[in-house]
């Protein structure tokens, strides 16, 4: 089971692009850099629904690719689909308008925050722009090729989801982990790291996590599938090669 042959994936220029020429030079020349950005955007929305709050340990946290623990917003709401992409765009102009920093935004920094983030989570743009990579694909077809049977659990909104399968440079994916073998977020309600989509994904293949293996770019993901009985292994900074060799050190699959 995986999250990885998902990710890595996401074009960020590709996105950034569909701002248009005007917007992205007004997103830089009004917030900053990269980091200033995502921190704004995440500020936004932390303001319009709260924090997330772990029962128990930050371990629980969702978290994005830089390790920065998601607004509840996205981790409960938007990548559980508990609204539809539609109005998702309404809630993020809401968040946006009722947004109160300790410094002074002027409208067209509103304007243009609200066109990242509306641009950003849109269904229609994630599924443009995000792919399997090469080198997950070539380890998909190794593992395929000695007979394991493959799974995808991951975190993803339904919407986004199908735009992204409809994908045709998807569509080769799909051949060695078909849609009724894939688990995301947006269709059970529920969200790594927490133990019940691990339940829930073991019980709904009658698995025995004992014989499931978990390969995760998110090491609270990973921890939670040891928890849960399963083995794991975490994928650091998209490095396919050296995962390739430690599953091939391990007898799964062939010199990749």
Not at 37 to 57: C, H, M, N, R, W
Not at 76 to 104: F, Y
Request: proline residues 3%; positive net charge.
């Amino acid at each position: 089971a995986s999250d990885v042959y998902k990710r890595q994936i996401v074009n960020r220029w590709g996105i950034a692009q569909e701002m248009g020429t005007r917007d992205l030079l007004g997103m830089v020349w009004h917030i900053g850099k990269r980091e200033t950005i995502e921190k704004t955007l995440f500020d936004v929305l932390e303001s319009y629904a709260g924090k997330q709050k772990a029962p128990s340990s930050q371990e629980l946290l969702t978290r994005d690719n830089s390790n920065a623990p998601l607004p509840h917003f996205m981790s409960d709401t938007w990548l559980c689909s508990r609204i539809s992409n539609k109005e998702l765009m309404g809630h993020i102009s809401k968040a946006v308008d009722q947004w109160k920093p300790k410094r002074p935004v002027s409208d067209v920094e509103r304007r243009i925050i609200k066109k990242i983030l509306c641009t950003a989570l849109s269904a229609e743009t994630i599924g443009k722009h995000t792919r399997c990579s090469r080198d997950a694909f070539e380890l998909v077809k190794q593992c395929h090729k000695h007979g394991y049977t493959q799974f995808m659990l991951s975190n993803f909104e339904k919407e986004a989801f199908e735009k992204t399968c409809a994908n045709k440079k998807n569509k080769r994916l799909l051949k060695y982990i078909p849609r009724e073998r894939i688990v995301i977020s947006g269709e059970c309600g529920m969200i790594k790291p927490y133990d019940c989509i691990y339940r829930h994904f073991l019980e709904k293949y009658n698995l025995k996590a004992s014989e499931c293996l978990l390969i995760d770019d998110r090491w609270e993901n990973v921890k939670a599938a040891r928890n849960n009985g399963m083995y794991a292994i975490c994928l650091k900074e998209g490095n396919y090669k050296k995962l390739a060799k430690k599953l091939f050190k391990w007898g799964i699959i062939a010199e990749y």
